[in-house]
Protein backbone atom coordinates (compact mmCIF):
# COMPACT_ATOMS: atom_id res chain seq x y z
CA UNK A 1 0.00 0.00 0.00
CA UNK A 2 1.13 3.68 -0.87
CA UNK A 3 2.26 5.39 2.79
CA UNK A 4 1.93 8.71 3.86
CA UNK A 5 3.66 11.17 5.60
CA UNK A 6 1.64 13.79 8.11
CA UNK A 7 3.40 16.17 10.67
CA UNK A 8 2.76 14.45 14.40
CA UNK A 9 1.19 18.22 15.94
CA UNK A 10 0.08 21.03 14.43
CA UNK A 11 -1.25 24.24 16.11
CA UNK A 12 -3.25 26.66 14.89
CA UNK A 13 -5.59 29.55 16.58
CA UNK A 14 -8.89 29.55 16.56
CA UNK A 15 -10.65 31.28 13.84
CA UNK A 16 -7.63 31.49 11.88
CA UNK A 17 -6.82 29.13 8.43
CA UNK A 18 -5.66 25.90 9.28
CA UNK A 19 -3.04 23.85 6.32
CA UNK A 20 -2.53 20.32 7.08
CA UNK A 21 -0.29 18.74 4.66
CA UNK A 22 0.11 15.22 3.74
CA UNK A 23 3.27 13.64 1.71
CA UNK A 24 2.29 10.80 -0.50
CA UNK A 25 5.37 10.22 -2.96
CA UNK A 26 4.48 6.71 -3.88
CA UNK A 27 0.41 7.09 -5.16
CA UNK A 28 -0.44 4.99 -8.25
CA UNK A 29 -2.91 6.74 -10.45
CA UNK A 30 -6.24 5.04 -8.96
CA UNK A 31 -5.21 5.93 -5.34
CA UNK A 32 -7.80 8.27 -3.94
CA UNK A 33 -6.90 10.39 -1.55
CA UNK A 34 -9.02 10.94 1.88
CA UNK A 35 -8.93 12.54 4.70
CA UNK A 36 -10.74 11.53 8.36
CA UNK A 37 -10.85 13.00 11.20
CA UNK A 38 -11.12 11.93 14.68
CA UNK A 39 -12.31 13.49 17.72
CA UNK A 40 -11.67 12.88 21.36
CA UNK A 41 -13.55 9.37 22.73
CA UNK A 42 -14.77 9.24 18.90
CA UNK A 43 -14.70 7.21 15.51
CA UNK A 44 -13.15 8.45 13.02
CA UNK A 45 -15.15 10.61 10.87
CA UNK A 46 -15.17 11.38 6.79
CA UNK A 47 -14.30 15.46 5.69
CA UNK A 48 -13.04 15.06 1.77
CA UNK A 49 -11.98 13.41 -0.59
CA UNK A 50 -10.29 13.44 -4.11
CA UNK A 51 -8.48 11.94 -6.72
CA UNK A 52 -6.71 14.57 -9.18
CA UNK A 53 -8.74 18.15 -9.14
CA UNK A 54 -9.22 20.42 -5.53
CA UNK A 55 -12.35 20.05 -3.57
CA UNK A 56 -14.65 22.00 -1.21
CA UNK A 57 -16.83 20.73 0.57
CA UNK A 58 -18.87 22.20 3.43
CA UNK A 59 -16.05 20.91 6.30
CA UNK A 60 -12.68 21.96 4.74
CA UNK A 61 -10.71 22.25 1.26
CA UNK A 62 -8.50 19.64 -0.16
CA UNK A 63 -5.46 21.38 -2.81
CA UNK A 64 -3.96 18.16 -4.81
CA UNK A 65 -0.47 19.17 -5.87
CA UNK A 66 -0.25 18.80 -9.70
CA UNK A 67 2.09 15.76 -9.47
CA UNK A 68 -0.41 14.33 -7.01
CA UNK A 69 2.91 13.58 -4.68
CA UNK A 70 1.08 15.73 -1.91
CA UNK A 71 -1.96 17.16 -0.37
CA UNK A 72 -3.11 19.75 1.52
CA UNK A 73 -6.54 19.70 4.14
CA UNK A 74 -7.08 23.66 5.01
CA UNK A 75 -9.83 24.29 7.43
CA UNK A 76 -10.65 27.87 6.71
CA UNK A 77 -11.24 29.07 10.06
CA UNK A 78 -10.28 26.40 13.05
CA UNK A 79 -12.64 26.56 16.26
CA UNK A 80 -12.06 24.90 18.73
CA UNK A 81 -14.36 21.58 18.20
CA UNK A 82 -12.15 21.23 15.08
CA UNK A 83 -9.17 19.84 17.47
CA UNK A 84 -9.10 16.71 16.84
CA UNK A 85 -6.27 13.78 15.38
CA UNK A 86 -6.60 14.24 11.11
CA UNK A 87 -5.91 11.47 9.03
CA UNK A 88 -4.60 11.22 5.49
CA UNK A 89 -5.68 8.25 3.59
CA UNK A 90 -4.64 7.03 0.45
CA UNK A 91 -7.19 4.37 -1.02
CA UNK A 92 -7.63 2.17 -4.31
CA UNK A 93 -11.52 2.27 -5.07
CA UNK A 94 -13.12 -0.40 -3.33
CA UNK A 95 -10.66 -1.27 -1.40
CA UNK A 96 -10.31 -0.84 2.64
CA UNK A 97 -9.47 1.61 4.88
CA UNK A 98 -6.09 1.65 6.62
CA UNK A 99 -5.01 4.57 8.83
CA UNK A 100 -1.37 6.42 9.14
CA UNK A 101 -0.16 7.77 12.33
CA UNK A 102 -2.15 11.29 11.60
CA UNK A 103 -1.44 14.72 12.71
CA UNK A 104 -3.05 16.23 16.16
CA UNK A 105 -4.77 19.30 15.65
CA UNK A 106 -4.48 21.72 18.66
CA UNK A 107 -6.81 24.90 18.59
CA UNK A 108 -5.81 27.89 20.88
CA UNK A 109 -8.82 30.06 21.83
CA UNK B 1 -24.75 8.51 5.63
CA UNK B 2 -25.20 5.13 8.18
CA UNK B 3 -26.08 5.18 11.08
CA UNK B 4 -24.22 2.72 13.62
CA UNK B 5 -24.58 1.07 16.97
CA UNK B 6 -21.91 -0.36 18.99
CA UNK B 7 -21.98 -2.65 21.89
CA UNK B 8 -21.13 -2.57 24.87
CA UNK B 9 -19.28 1.07 24.64
CA UNK B 10 -17.26 0.02 27.12
CA UNK B 11 -16.29 -2.77 29.58
CA UNK B 12 -13.53 -3.88 31.93
CA UNK B 13 -13.17 -7.79 31.56
CA UNK B 14 -10.97 -10.35 33.49
CA UNK B 15 -7.75 -11.99 31.78
CA UNK B 16 -8.90 -15.25 29.93
CA UNK B 17 -11.99 -14.42 29.71
CA UNK B 18 -13.49 -13.36 26.63
CA UNK B 19 -16.12 -10.37 24.84
CA UNK B 20 -18.38 -9.94 22.51
CA UNK B 21 -18.96 -6.63 20.52
CA UNK B 22 -21.81 -6.28 18.74
CA UNK B 23 -21.73 -3.80 15.48
CA UNK B 24 -25.65 -2.63 14.40
CA UNK B 25 -26.06 -0.50 11.14
CA UNK B 26 -29.62 0.95 9.72
CA UNK B 27 -29.39 0.08 6.58
CA UNK B 28 -27.41 -2.93 4.45
CA UNK B 29 -24.31 -3.03 3.73
CA UNK B 30 -22.16 -5.03 2.01
CA UNK B 31 -19.12 -5.12 3.73
CA UNK B 32 -17.96 -3.84 7.25
CA UNK B 33 -14.70 -3.63 9.26
CA UNK B 34 -13.44 -4.28 12.34
CA UNK B 35 -10.31 -1.67 13.35
CA UNK B 36 -8.36 -1.79 16.93
CA UNK B 37 -7.24 1.25 18.17
CA UNK B 38 -4.20 0.86 21.11
CA UNK B 39 -3.95 3.42 23.62
CA UNK B 40 -2.75 6.32 21.57
CA UNK B 41 -1.79 4.70 18.65
CA UNK B 42 -4.02 4.76 15.22
CA UNK B 43 -6.53 2.67 13.62
CA UNK B 44 -5.16 -1.00 12.87
CA UNK B 45 -7.78 -3.05 10.81
CA UNK B 46 -8.31 -6.49 12.03
CA UNK B 47 -10.25 -7.88 9.44
CA UNK B 48 -13.13 -7.32 6.60
CA UNK B 49 -16.56 -9.18 6.90
CA UNK B 50 -18.94 -10.02 4.11
CA UNK B 51 -22.40 -11.33 4.75
CA UNK B 52 -22.11 -15.25 3.96
CA UNK B 53 -18.50 -15.99 3.72
CA UNK B 54 -15.34 -15.78 6.19
CA UNK B 55 -14.26 -12.84 7.57
CA UNK B 56 -11.08 -11.87 5.78
CA UNK B 57 -8.34 -10.94 8.43
CA UNK B 58 -4.89 -9.05 8.43
CA UNK B 59 -1.98 -9.91 9.36
CA UNK B 60 -1.17 -10.25 12.84
CA UNK B 61 -4.90 -10.94 13.12
CA UNK B 62 -6.20 -14.67 13.44
CA UNK B 63 -9.89 -16.19 13.74
CA UNK B 64 -9.15 -17.90 17.07
CA UNK B 65 -8.39 -14.97 18.58
CA UNK B 66 -11.07 -12.73 16.92
CA UNK B 67 -13.68 -14.73 16.03
CA UNK B 68 -16.10 -12.63 14.02
CA UNK B 69 -19.73 -13.04 12.84
CA UNK B 70 -21.90 -11.63 9.78
CA UNK B 71 -24.95 -13.42 10.02
CA UNK B 72 -26.93 -11.04 7.85
CA UNK B 73 -26.22 -7.02 6.07
CA UNK B 74 -27.31 -4.99 9.04
CA UNK B 75 -25.15 -6.56 12.02
CA UNK B 76 -21.99 -8.09 12.87
CA UNK B 77 -20.12 -9.17 15.96
CA UNK B 78 -16.59 -9.45 17.14
CA UNK B 79 -15.48 -11.28 19.89
CA UNK B 80 -12.34 -10.99 21.76
CA UNK B 81 -10.94 -14.51 23.22
CA UNK B 82 -8.99 -15.63 25.74
CA UNK B 83 -8.27 -11.70 26.72
CA UNK B 84 -5.02 -10.08 28.29
CA UNK B 85 -4.17 -6.93 29.43
CA UNK B 86 -2.63 -5.94 25.60
CA UNK B 87 -6.36 -6.79 24.75
CA UNK B 88 -7.15 -3.46 26.15
CA UNK B 89 -8.03 -1.63 23.70
CA UNK B 90 -10.77 0.39 21.65
CA UNK B 91 -12.20 -1.37 19.11
CA UNK B 92 -14.62 0.03 15.98
CA UNK B 93 -16.92 -0.81 13.08
CA UNK B 94 -16.71 0.72 10.18
CA UNK B 95 -19.17 0.18 7.30
CA UNK B 96 -19.21 1.86 3.84
CA UNK B 97 -21.38 4.86 3.75
CA UNK B 98 -24.01 6.40 1.38
CA UNK B 99 -21.10 8.39 -0.11
CA UNK B 100 -20.63 4.89 -1.21
CA UNK B 101 -17.32 3.09 -2.04
CA UNK B 102 -15.80 7.02 -1.34
CA UNK B 103 -16.39 7.29 2.29
CA UNK B 104 -16.74 5.15 5.56
CA UNK B 105 -18.86 5.58 8.48
CA UNK B 106 -17.22 4.76 11.65
CA UNK B 107 -19.15 2.91 15.35
CA UNK B 108 -18.53 5.21 18.12
CA UNK B 109 -16.30 2.29 19.35
CA UNK B 110 -15.98 -0.10 22.27
CA UNK B 111 -13.14 0.70 25.02
CA UNK B 112 -12.05 -2.66 26.18
CA UNK B 113 -10.08 -3.13 29.62
CA UNK B 114 -8.54 -6.47 30.51
CA UNK B 115 -7.72 -6.78 34.19
Known amino acids: DAKTTQPNSMESNEEEPVHLPCNHS???????IHWYRQLPSQGPEYVIHGLTSNVNNRMASLAIAEDRKSSTLILHRATLRDAAVYYCILRVLNNDMRFGAGTRLTVKP | SAVISQKPSRDICQRGTSLTIQCQVD?????MFWYRQQPGQSLTLIATANQGSEATYESGFVIDKFPISRPNLTFSTLTVSNMSPEDSSIYLC????????????FGSGTRLTVV
Open chain 2, 27 to 31: SQVTM
Open chain 1, 26 to 32: TISGTDY
Open chain 2, 94 to 105: SVEGDRGPYGYT
